[in-house]
């Protein structure tokens, strides 16, 4: 699948998107774990400020 996703990303149309990846502090236990995405890069603020 890594393969497909860099293969898009690497067209024109996918330079606009970028990976990010944000660590969650759950409620419950207070273990951390990772939440990631591909957004488009004029909504990374956006991502991050959730």
């Given amino acids: ?5 860099v293969a898009t990303l ?3 149309t996918g330079k606009d998107f970028t990976k990010v990846i944000k660590m969650v502090k759950s409620e419950k236990n ?5 939440k990631e995405e591909i ?8 991502f991050f400020a959730k």
Avoid: C, N, P, Q
Wanted: glycine share 10%.
């Fill in 1 to 5: 699948m890594a393969k497909k996703v």
């Fill in 10 to 12: 690497k067209s024109g």
């Fill in 30 to 34: 207070g273990a951390y774990s990772l």
């Fill in 39 to 46: 957004v488009h890069k004029d909504f990374i603020k956006d």
